[in-house]
């Protein structure tokens, strides 16, 4: 049995200390990562990734930190990023015409890229909770936030920011959440490697963007999806609210819900997803 509270503090010396921006862009050399900056301490990646697609860094950047203090979610919710116990990091995107098409897609893209990426690392089956959540056991362990800038018609670039718990001392209190949370350490049952996994998530992004729009993005969520055959309540930020048995995702990534009045197709926009007894 492992004491969990050593383990974090094992991992901080180890993987946050000795973490700089020199070391990463060595990792990270046979990755389609451009540009990186590394931070121990900021207020959120996503922030700085905005103002660095304003100053014209090039597509694949990417902004990785250790702590942030001011993390977001959607909806101006806060996500907590503990020193030494996670991934926080956003990856810039200026898409091409072609990508524009299937822009819904991005945050489906995303979540693939993270499940699959904490798959093939550390053999942990994550589930996809639509729109942009990663859950193990049923509970939160990572959570993507996609915002995108039109500067017109054609040119607009995406930030993905992907936030990912790894170890105890990352789980948010009980005041901070909503949901239970959990760490892929738990899953895992013992110490895992932060950089190797963000390594295998760039990969696997570069991989599954060139197939946004393929039948196997959709298969893939599909089989990963939490809650499929289950009732869920889709709440949107004005106050709407449906009701529904989860289907699955359609091509251009919209939940489909079986409700008494047939198969609706719901948009990620502003929704948000609980379970019926939630
Ligand atoms: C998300 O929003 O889950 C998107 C989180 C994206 C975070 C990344 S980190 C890098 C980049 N920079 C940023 O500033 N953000 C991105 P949402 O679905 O709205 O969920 C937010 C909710 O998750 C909060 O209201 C809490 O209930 C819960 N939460 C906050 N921190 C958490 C954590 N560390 N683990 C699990 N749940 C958390």
Redesign the pocket.
Known sequence: MHNWASISEIRYEKTSKFMNEQTLIKLLSKTPVTRLRYFDTI?????F?QDWINAGTPDFSI?V?DQ?T??????Q??????PGA?????VIFHLSPQELTSASLIPIMAAVSTTSAIFQQFSIQAQIKWP??ILVSG???????VESTWFDEENVST?I?????ISPA???SLD????P???LEHAAGHPLDRWQLLKCILISMQEWRMNINSEELIKYVNNRMAYIGQRVYINSSDGQSISGIVQGVDSTGSLLLQTQDGVESIHAGDV?LRLHNE
């Open positions: 207020n959120s990646t996503n922030d990734a902004v930190a942030q001011s993390g977001r979610g959607r909806l919710r806060k996500w907590i990023t503990n996670a991934l926080a990091f956003s942009n959540d509970m939160k362990t990572a959570g993507i936030l930030v920011g992907i936030g990912v718990n990352a789980l948010p901070e959440t909503a949901l949370a959990t760490c948000h």
